[in-house]
């Protein structure tokens, strides 16, 4: 599908945010679900809001024209259509991070290994989800790149040091590149959802509440 899983959404960002990168390779960018969640944490939560104020350089690659939307040319830097397996090769830029997002299960093992191995030379830290275990898919939307050719599980990952999190059917992996300390991320230094938004419903309510009741009671909205 041109979009991720929705419930691993809130773990990749917020591992995103974690290692705070100042350039970002999105494989697979899809409808670019993943370009507008890091844009607006790395630079508009930030207070950089116009793109002639960001900061981070946010690329993506995508083998298939037809996902083109207004979300790339706004979200990202630079989206180059090609097959990821082929420009991940010939890379020669290195980034903070690279997300590998619902996309290494496209791929048959073989060329799954080489992608990831090209990542990992390329950038300080790699970002997979991908289904846990077997889950077939055919071709969507006439995108035959989109038929599922391998099965991962945490364990695969482990090879490489990576921090691995189980989200329902599928799961995340936080992988070190070459030449990186997997010294960051542990069991348990992500919040669980229900934390997260708990504590982010909160926040929200202590701004809301009270101009609502202003609002209410007729009288000029704070902030």
């Not at 090769?89 to 191995?117: K, P």
């Amino acid at each position: 599908m041109p979009q991720s899983d929705h419930w691993a959404v809130p773990f990749v960002v917020e591992a995103a945010v974690a290692i705070d990168p100042a350039s970002v390779l999105d494989i697979g960018v899809g409808m670019g679900q993943y370009g507008l969640h890091l844009r607006q944490v790395l630079d508009i939560a930030r207070d950089r809001l116009t793109k002639s104020e960001w900061q981070v350089r946010v690329d993506g690659v995508e083998i298939f024209e037809a996902y083109r939307n207004p979300v790339w040319d706004y979200c990202y830097d630079r989206v180059t259509l090609a097959d990821a397996r082929f420009s991940l090769a010939n890379l020669t830029e290195r980034y903070d991070l690279m997300l590998i997002c619902d996309v290494i299960e496209h791929f048959d093992r073989a060329d799954a290994l080489a992608v990831l191995d090209a990542a990992r030379r390329q950038a300080k830290w790699v970002i997979v989800t991908t289904p846990a275990g077997d889950y077939p898919q055919g071709a969507v939307f006439g995108n035959d790149a989109e038929v599922h050719r391998s099965a991962w599980t945490p364990a695969d990952f482990k090879i490489h040091d990576a921090f691995t999190h189980q989200i329902g059917t599928t799961f995340m992996a936080v992988i070190p590149g070459e030449g990186t300390s997997q010294t960051r991320f542990q069991t348990g230094d992500l919040p669980t959802l229900f934390r997260h938004s708990a504590r982010s419903l909160w926040q929200c309510t202590r701004v809301w509440m009270p101009n609502m009741i202003r609002a209410r009671l007729g009288l000029k909205r704070s902030g």
